[in-house]
Nanobody, 128 residues
Framework: QVRLVESGGTLVQTGGSLRLSCAAS????????MAWFRQAPGKEREFVAA????????HYSDFVKGRFAISSHYAANTIYLDMNGLKPEDTAVYYC?????????????????????WGQGTQVTVSA
């Protein structure tokens, strides 16, 4: 069993920056890729960014490229999402997820159903 706990969400002004953290515990050896998703009210959950567990391969959605950066601290079993140039449309609950499929070693998935473990989410609100 893997447990994920997100933190760092808050209210920020347009153009501001924020860092989200996600700490993993439990059977972390079963994690091959970790990712951030987000879900705004009335919308489906969407992929934001992912990183493999060794931290040398990252993948981003087009709408955050150049603004967000995902990173990992392997020894601390923690990943981060550094968000810059925040816009009101970035307002959402941000979720951390772990892909424990062996395939995740070579293929980064952007599909929520491929991720077995999820955190409780952290709210990010960007004011206009």
């Amino acid at each position: 069993q893997v447990r994920l706990v997100e933190s760092g969400g808050t209210l920020v002004q347009t153009g501001g920056s924020l860092r989200l953290s996600c700490a993993a515990s439990g059977r972390t050896s079963s994690i091959y890729t970790m990712a951030w998703f987000r879900q705004a009210p009335g919308k489906e959950r969407e992929f934001v960014a992912a990183i493999n567990y060794s931290g040398d391969n990252t993948h981003y959605s087009d709408f955050v490229k150049g603004r967000f950066a995902i990173s990992s601290h392997y020894a601390a079993n923690t990943i981060y999402l550094d968000m810059n140039g925040l816009k009101p449309e970035d307002t959402a609950v941000y979720y951390c997820a772990a892909d424990q499929r062996f395939l995740a070693l070579v293929v980064v998935s952007t599909t929520p159903s491929d991720y077995e473990s999820w955190g409780q989410g952290t709210q990010v609100t960007v004011s206009a």
